[in-house]
């Protein structure tokens, strides 16, 4: 399994054109400055009415599959 850290800034309406479908994918470039590019539905459930911000810890299998994307802070 592999572990990233990443933080996250989007405004709410950034977050509309990820929610509503017209961007498919997020890039982001963790911590240790790789970029790592996931589906843009998984961030749905951390949009507020502010729209995203805080660290995240995405996992991946050996494969390099999505296990899971939580907010750490």
Known sequence: M????????????????????DIEYIQVVEDGGKRIRFPATHIRRF???????????????????FIALEKVT
């Open 47 to 65: 949009v507020s009415s502010i729209g995203v911000s805080g660290r995240f810890r995405l996992q991946l299998d050996d494969s390099n599959r």
């Open 2 to 21: 592999q572990e990233y850290y990443f933080f996250l800034r989007l405004t709410y309406e950034q977050c509309l054109a990820y929610y509503e479908g």
